[in-house]
């Protein structure tokens, strides 16, 4: 059978592309790290254009306040509260059945991450923090995976293409990771939907120029944008010639961190992951029958909801639990170990 290729016909026209170049794409893998705002318009220009298959990963579910610039969602998943790895698939997959989507709900971690991009051409980043990125940097480097780094806030964002090897990594870039709170989030400096568009669009052109094996017309620059004042400002970058500890020394310090059960504070929200390790899969039907008296619970394949105590508790399958309601970690954890248990 003949792939059909007609629908792809105004972007082969470009210079580089062709049908050669679509056929390129087709035989692609693309992992989009978080389909928040970013990953979302990411996502959608990737199923759009063609590539062959598309790793969806997110841990979170869709609400009200992601509509404004979450490009996938409609109101019926904020409604529903539906994981979004699983939402933003649902609708790419009417987009375009050519593509192969595999939706992984999923908190990209240490735990997770290696396996997560494994066979991966390219990995964008859609993530919403920098131990995302950090990690994301570390895991693309010790496997040689190019990834599109881009960051969003208020109405400012940067984007940067990264070839482990080739150009300086994200830890070259910017230096080590910022600490925790060092950095405003979109809770305190807000976000515009349109900023978001424009990365995304950056990150995922950088991308095909990967996928379609054009490297030399990547960027190599970091690109800079404010869409309020209308300036775009590029540097250009250069690997130097040692001294990261990432890419010139091969020390993942992330990766490699212990990990013990977390609690983290969530962006841009009241709320608090808390993340027990081992993961272990819990029956959610069977938990949703144990909490029957306690509050109103719901349940689906996905997904365990309970009103209790002033807050809301989301149970995934894997025992992760994002508590809504607090911000206060210590409370997080024992209304976990209350209700799903310790
Ligand atoms: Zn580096």
Known sequence: MTMPLERYSRQMLLPGWGREGQERLRSKTAVVVGCGALGSHIASHLARAGVGRLVLA?????EWHNLPRQALYAEADAAEGAPKAVAA????????????????????????????IAGADVVFDGADNFEVRYLVNEACVKQGIPWTY???LGTYGLMAAIVPGETPCLRCLLGPMPPPGAVPTCETAGILGTVVAVIAALEVTEGF???????????????????????LERVEVQKGTAGCPVCDEGRYELLEAELGSAAVVLCGRTAVQITPRPARRLDLASLAGRLAEVGP???SEYLLRLEVEGVQLTVFADGRTIVKGTDDPARARALFARYVGS
Not at 58 to 62: A, I, L, Q
């Open 89 to 116: 698939a649902r609708r790419l997959r009417q987009i375009n059945t050519q593509v192969e989507i595999e939706e992984r709900v999923v908190d990209v971690n240490a735990d997770t991450v290696e396996e997560l």
């Open 297 to 299: 619970v719901s349940a």
């Open 209 to 231: 120029k990967l996928l379609l094996g054009l490297k030399d017309e990547l960027l190599r620059s970091l690109v800079m944008v404010d869409v309020w004042k209308g300036d």
């Open 58 to 62: 997110d841990r979170d579910f869709v």
């Open 150 to 152: 881009g960051g969003v």
